[in-house]
């Protein structure tokens, strides 16, 4: 898992919960992939910018690792890209497995389906 080159990411949706505002970032092919229902290519990020009361928490990242359907990476990484080795990266697949496999296991799949 590498750190995501986040100036060549799209912002694809917002999610807002309280004091929690969380930006979504892949690539432009990826999107592309998606709109297409297929595969997003090797080595794509997804992003999840964490900020809480406007200040950056964290990024959350998935990263597609294969060609196989369930080929992902999840990592949590700290401000300065460092990478919070005690997280269990366990809770993160296990978690969005429940989100379906042929959505790349993205909660907001259907967003960048429509994002333009
Ligand atoms: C208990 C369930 C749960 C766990 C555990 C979890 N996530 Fe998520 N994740 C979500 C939900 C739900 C969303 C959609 C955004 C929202 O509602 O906040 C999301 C969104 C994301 C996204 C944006 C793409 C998408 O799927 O919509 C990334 C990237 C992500 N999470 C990475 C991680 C990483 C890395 C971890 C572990 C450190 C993790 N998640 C742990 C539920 C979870």
């Given at each position: 898992?590498?750190?995501?080159?986040?100036?060549?990411?799209?912002?694809?949706?917002?999610?807002?919960?309280?004091?929690?505002?969380?930006?979504?970032?892949?690539?432009?092919?990826?999107?592309?992939?998606i709109k297409?229902?297929?595969?997003?290519?090797?080595?794509?990020?997804?992003?999840?910018?964490?900020?809480?009361?406007?200040?950056?928490?964290?990024?959350?990242?998935a990263?597609?690792?294969?060609?196989?359907?369930?080929?992902?990476?999840?990592?949590?990484?700290?401000?300065?890209?460092?990478?919070?080795?005690?997280e269990?990266?366990?809770?993160?697949?296990?978690?969005?497995?429940?989100?379906?496999?042929?959505r790349?296991?993205?909660f907001?799949?259907?967003?960048?389906?429509?994002?333009?």
């Amino acid at each position: 898992m590498t750190f995501p080159p986040l100036e060549q990411l799209e912002h694809y949706t917002t999610v807002r919960r309280g004091v929690t505002r969380e930006h979504m970032l892949t690539n432009r092919t990826a999107l592309d992939s998606i709109k297409a229902g297929q595969s997003v290519p090797i080595g794509t990020h997804v992003v999840l910018v964490d900020y809480q009361s406007d200040v950056l928490e964290r990024y959350l990242v998935a990263q597609k690792t294969g060609d196989g359907i369930d080929d992902w990476q999840y990592q949590w990484f700290r401000p300065d890209g460092s990478i919070k080795a005690d997280e269990n990266v366990e809770r993160c697949y296990s978690c969005h497995q429940r989100s379906r496999q042929d959505r790349q296991f993205m909660f907001t799949y259907s967003d960048a389906v429509e994002f333009e």
